[in-house]
């Protein structure tokens, strides 16, 4: 059974730090692409960082220089360090995985239940 478990939301001061995990389960994790994505409430799901291997990383315009995606193939997790943490930044956060190299939502095979992050003014 394919499961990502998220860790790590919750609530962050402006400008500060912050890091989230998640653990894989029941896949191929390291010929995986894993993947962070947000979403805010009524808003479409999208790609913050992706990472494939060490010389394949992606990510948004408006994390670039500021989030770092991890993996430890030997633990099936990945990581998000998230610095100089902004207000635009809160929102939902879910973990992804999809077999191969691919940083596109619609060939997501699996997805975390997500966990939240507030960044506080």
């Known amino acids: 059974q394919v499961q990502l478990v998220e860790s790590g939301g919750g609530v962050v001061q402006f400008g500060g730090s912050w890091r989230l995990s998640c653990a894989a389960s029941?896949?191929?994790?390291?010929?995986?692409?894993m993947e962070w994505y947000r979403q805010a409430s009524g808003k479409d799901r999208d790609l913050v960082a992706g990472?494939?291997?060490?010389?394949?990383?992606v990510y948004a315009d408006s994390v670039q220089g500021r989030f770092t995606i991890s993996r430890d193939n030997a633990k099936n997790t990945v990581y998000q360090q998230m610095n100089s943490l902004k207000s635009e930044d809160t929102d939902g956060y879910y973990c992804?995985?999809?077999?191969?190299?691919?940083?596109?939502?619609?060939?997501?095979?699996?997805w975390g239940q997500g966990t939240q992050v507030a960044v506080s003014s």
């Open positions: 992804a995985a999809t077999h191969g190299s691919s940083w596109d939502a619609q060939y997501v095979n699996a």
């Open positions: 029941g896949f191929s994790f390291s010929i995986s692409t």
């Open positions: 990472n494939f291997t060490t010389r394949a990383t």
